[in-house]
Nanobody, 117 residues
């Protein structure tokens, strides 16, 4: 299944970005999904998750109150609205099914987010 992330870029601290994740998978609407990120020299981590229907979300403590995850099952697209960005948010952001990172075999190319101070 192909997952394509987009929307990253270079932004100043305090700025905003909106990431998108699109797929052709017909089963998208049946699966909980998540946004993950990997900063240089650090392990990949889960940033936010959303249930299959979009009615339940969860966030890493580091992004609570700043990031909002959402999805449109008709468009087979998931979003991550990132506000009040901090330099420590700099990372490559990936989307994938919501599951243990160790069990995920396929990752897309990701989208780079760079926050300057």
């Amino acid at each position: 299944v192909q997952l394509v992330e987009s929307g990253g870029g270079l932004v100043q601290a305090g700025g905003s970005l909106r990431l998108s994740c699109t797929t052709s998978a017909s089963t998208f609407r049946l699966n909980a999904m998540g946004w993950y990120r990997q900063a240089p020299g650090k392990q990949r981590e889960l940033v936010a998750g959303i249930s299959s229907g979009g009615d339940s979300t969860n966030y890493a403590d580091s992004v609570k109150g700043r990031f909002t995850i959402s999805r449109d099952n008709v468009k087979k697209t998931m979003y991550l609205q990132m506000n009040s960005l901090k330099p420590e948010d700099t990372a490559v952001y990936y989307c994938n099914y919501l599951r243990s990172i160790a069990t995920i075999a396929y990752w897309g190319q990701g989208t780079q987010v760079t926050v300057s101070s």
